[in-house]
T-cell receptor, first 115, second 114 residues
Framework: AQSVTQLDSQVPVFEEAPVELRCNYSSSVSVYLFWYVQYPNQGLQLLLKYLSGSTLVKGINGFEAEFNKSQTSFHLRKPSVHISDTAEYFCAVSLTIVAGTALIFGKGTTLSVSS | GAVVSQHPSRVICKSGTSVKIECRSLDFQATTMFWYRQFPKQSLMLMATSNEGSKATYEQGVEKDKFLINHASLTLSTLTVTSAHPEDSSFYIC??????????FGSGTRLTVV
């Protein structure tokens, strides 16, 4: 079985500080990993994804994530956050289900950036 | 490209009535679409997978008779919440997979049952 654990439910940080949002997954097979951002009452926007190849993945808005197979982690990082980065962030894994393949999400991390 | 349009964005209905939510793929054909439900401050929970021309596959614990899913064409899937009750109030999001390595999401529907 595959699952996704986001270790921090809330991460408060000051503007221009670095941030790391942690994500661990459990899987016995190769996985596709994703990070999405959700602003209030909106759908999901893809930040980045890992499919294969380089373990360091760069995404939009200055975010990046590193796939670590030995630690089964896919932590999201940004060296300097902005107020506008305040949102909900979801880590997800592509999971094979009865009907095919679907995305299964972690519980989310609320990033709050203050000045 | 690969846009999924979801309507309505918000809907308020009376308890006992039914509500239909539409999810359309605008520039690609979606043989499979996914329906998620999100409670406030919580994650997205996969409800069901709809397949064009066949019955939807529901996740464990999801009531098939309450959440009717129809995928009659390659660009449209609908979710109908039947006999809605206040506990059905939630944020519903649809998704499709236009490419092997990517998923696209609708903008979501906020359902409030009063």
């Amino acid at each position: 079985a595959q699952s996704v654990t986001q270790l921090d439910s809330q991460v408060p940080v000051f503007e221009e500080a670095p941030v790391e949002l942690r994500c661990n997954y459990s899987s016995s097979v190769s996985v596709y990993l994703f990070w999405y951002v959700q602003y209030p009452n909106q759908g999901l926007q893809l930040l980045l994804k890992y499919l294969s190849g380089s373990t360091l993945v760069k995404g939009i808005n200055g975010f990046e994530a590193e796939f670590n197979k030995s630690q089964t982690s896919f932590h999201l990082r940004k060296p300097s956050v902005h107020i506008s980065d305040t949102a909900e962030y979801f880590c997800a894994v592509s999971l094979t289900i009865v009907a095919g393949t679907a995305l299964i999400f972690g519980k989310g991390t609320t990033l709050s950036v203050s000045s | 490209g690969a846009v999924v349009s979801q309507h309505p964005s918000r809907v308020i209905c009376k308890s006992g009535t039914s509500v239909k939510i539409e999810c359309r793929s605008l520039d690609f054909q979606a043989t499979t679409m996914f329906w998620y439900r999100q409670f406030p401050k919580q994650s997205l929970m996969l409800m069901a997978t709809s397949n064009e021309g066949s019955k939807a596959t529901y996740e464990q614990g999801v009531e098939k008779d309450k959440f009717l899913i129809n995928h009659a064409s390659l660009t449209l899937s609908t979710l109908t919440v039947t006999s809605a009750h206040p506990e059905d109030s939630s944020f519903y999001i649809c998704s499709a997979r236009p490419y092997m390595d990517g998923y696209t999401f609708g903008s979501g529907t906020r359902l409030t049952v009063v």
